[in-house]
């Protein structure tokens, strides 16, 4: 079985061979490559070839086109810090949306138009090229909280929530509305499965994330299967509180944190779901030793049965020995079905 | 007489508006400034602690903090013609390379709350405007925040930077989700705390005040 295969066959309840091994790897890919984050960050083709690499390294079962939250938000005008070797981020002080009358009169980027999206559309070609059939490629879109967050400014967001609910409405449904077609860009491309990133979602407690993020991550959710790709949500963050609602969304891979114990999804979420996750990214993984790291992962792995992915609570830190990430290959690899 | 618990559950909800009206009618009843700030100091550690355990989250901690914010500055020249000063002055900000702020300004916040004033130097904060503004300010109190684990090693700079220059001996504290004590320990920091409520205890502890009146 090849790395496409094993995930796919464990996502559609058929037989596998052993535990499929998706870790995020951003920085730890590019340290990897020897190239510096920035240009990871801007190039399609350094970041294809980084993912190449580093999946080749340690057998992981896929590639990956995710690189920093700021791709969208960019192509939307917003303003953008460049650093030399960390991934860009945001500058809140000039939201895009800091005046949020402007939603009204801001046009949808096209995905295709040129800008930082169409990078990773080629992200998703190339990989798709290079890794051929041997492993699944991922795509990757934000959710409508981190989205929205990255529009408005995240401090402003979290005020909306009481202020202005029904400007809270109207930017998600714009934000689901630009995903989606990145979404379908992506998987045109050749993604087989969407990430949908929603790391501001741990943010709000379950009454809110009920109300104003869970809609509107459902029909992202729905609208990616209606494209024929699969979904892995990743909220990173504590999770605990939302792990019921965020069950009902229907997503093919739940990734959780390392605050969110996999016992508790598996509670929560029911014996179907797949779960990926969850040893902690730095004090375990990076911090740790092979040792260690097998241990924490046996732990996670009995923790959430066997519809299970191994991999870390979130990005795999830059600066992991990479005996630490060889450990988890050998667990994947250990695991007899 | 205004019911100044009434007022702290209107901190509580974060309900600016009612927050707002029975601060203005506690001071237009001559109520005591003192009596009126405790109530609100307190209801902040109250967010605090739901905080803490996951009761409330960080929307919730916001809209508390502004409904205290603005009620104080209803308070504000009472306060100051009453001689009541803050306890202590403290500077934060989050470290070099770092834009993460929510943590910081839930720190600042809740520092605020407790009667501490504070200098929000912002994110993204060099070694060398941390010491100037602690030259400036001649702070009781340091917060460095850090979300990242790239951005830890300025924490330690930052440290280095303020001890080396040996600016009035302030407490240096610590904090952001990859931080931990030992880290504190290490760089020679003088506490870590790792949420906003435990940030005011190690605030009190550190600069011998006393507890929330609550
Ligand atoms: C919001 C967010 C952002 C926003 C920040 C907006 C803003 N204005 O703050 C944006 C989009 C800009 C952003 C950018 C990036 N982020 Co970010 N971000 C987050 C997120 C979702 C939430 C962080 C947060 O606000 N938590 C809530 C607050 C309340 O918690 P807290 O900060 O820990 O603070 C509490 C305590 O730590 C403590 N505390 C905090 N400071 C202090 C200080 C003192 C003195 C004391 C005593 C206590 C104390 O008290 C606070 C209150 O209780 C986290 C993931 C998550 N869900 O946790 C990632 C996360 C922190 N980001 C991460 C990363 C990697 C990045 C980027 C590098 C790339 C990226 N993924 O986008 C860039 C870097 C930009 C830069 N140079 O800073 C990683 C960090 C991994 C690591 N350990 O290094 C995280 C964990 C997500 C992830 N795994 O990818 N991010």
Redesign the pocket.
């Known amino acids: 079985m090849n790395g496409r295969e094993r995930v796919l066959a464990l996502l559609d309840g058929q037989p596998i061979d052993h535990l499929p091994l998706m870790p995020i790897t951003m920085m730890f890919a590019a340290d990897t490559a020897g190239v510096p984050y920035g240009r990871y960050a801007l190039d399609h083709r350094v970041l294809a070839d980084a993912q190449c690499r580093t999946a080749a390294q340690y057998d992981f079962d896929y590639v990956s086109c995710i690189s920093?939250?700021a791709r969208e938000a960019a192509d939307c005008g917003a303003k953008v810090v460049w650093?030399d070797d960390?991934?860009p981020?945001?500058d809140?002080v000039d939201a895009l949306l800091a005046d949020k009358s402007r939603l009204r009169r801001l046009a949808r980027p096209d995905p295709q138009a040129g800008g930082r999206m169409t990078d990773r559309v080629q992200a998703a070609a190339l990989l798709r090229e290079r890794a051929g059939a041997e492993r699944l490629v991922e795509g990757w879109i934000e959710g409508p909280c981190a989205q929205g967050?990255?529009l408005r400014g995240?401090?402003t967001l979290m005020l909306d929530f009481y202020d202005d609910p029904g400007f809270v409405h109207e930017l998600f449904a714009w934000v689901i509305d630009m995903e989606l077609r990145f979404a379908r860009a992506q998987i045109e491309a050749g993604a087989d499965l969407i990430g949908i990133g929603d790391?501001?979602a741990?943010?709000v407690g379950p009454h809110l994330y009920d109300a104003f993020v869970l809609p509107y991550e459902k029909r992202l959710v729905d609208g990616v299967h209606e494209m024929g790709a699969r979904v892995r949500l990743h909220i990173?963050?504590n999770t605990r509180p939302l792990l019921t609602s965020m069950g009902t969304l229907g997503a093919d891979i739940v990734d959780l944190d390392y605050p969110a114990p996999l016992d508790e999804a598996r509670q929560a979420m029911g014996p179907r779901q797949v779960l990926l996750g969850n040893i902690d990214?730095?004090r375990v993984l990076r911090d740790g030793t092979p040792e260690s790291v097998t241990a924490a992962i046996a732990a996670c792995h009995a923790a959430a049965g066997d519809r299970y992915i191994v991999g870390a609570g979130?990005?795999v830190?830059r600066g992991t020995p990479p005996e630490n990430v060889q450990a988890l290959t050998r667990y994947a690899q250990s695991t007899r079905f | 007489m205004i019911d100044l618990a009434q007022l702290g559950a209107a901190v509580e909800r974060g309900d600016r508006d009612s927050a707002r009206s029975l601060t203005q009618a506690a001071i237009d009843a001559g109520q005591a400034p003192q009596e009126i700030l405790d109530a609100m100091v307190g209801a902040m550690g109250v967010v605090g602690r739901r905080?803490q355990a996951h009761e409330v989250f960080?929307p919730e901690m916001l809209i508390a903090a502004r409904a205290m914010k603005e009620s104080i500055a209803l308070l504000e020249p009472l306060l100051v013609q009453a001689g009541i000063r803050p306890v202590a002055r403290a500077i934060?900000g989050t470290v070099e390379?770092?834009?993460?702020?929510?943590?910081?300004n839930?720190?600042a916040m809740m520092w605020r709350s407790a009667n501490i004033e504070v200098i929000d130097l912002g994110a993204n904060v060099s070694p060398q405007r941390f010491l100037d503004a602690a030259r400036q300010h001649e702070p009781h109190l340091v917060?460095?925040?850090a979300?990242?684990?790239?951005t830890m090693p300025a924490i330690r700079r930052t440290v280095e930077t303020l001890r080396q220059a040996g600016v009035a001996a302030p407490r240096i504290?610590?904090?952001?989700?990859?931080v931990t004590l030992q880290y504190a320990r290490e760089i020679g920091a003088d506490g870590?705390?790792?949420?906003?409520a435990s940030?005011v205890d190690?605030a009190r502890q550190l600069l011998g005040l006393q507890g929330s009146p609550s």
């Open positions: 920093d939250p650093f960390q991934p981020a945001l809140e967050a990255d995240i401090n790391a501001a741990s943010l990173c963050g990214p730095v979130c990005e830190p | 905080f960080v934060i390379g770092d834009l993460h702020d929510i943590g910081k839930l720190v917060g460095l925040s979300l990242l684990t790239t504290v610590i904090g952001g989700a990859p870590y705390a790792p949420d906003a940030a190690l």
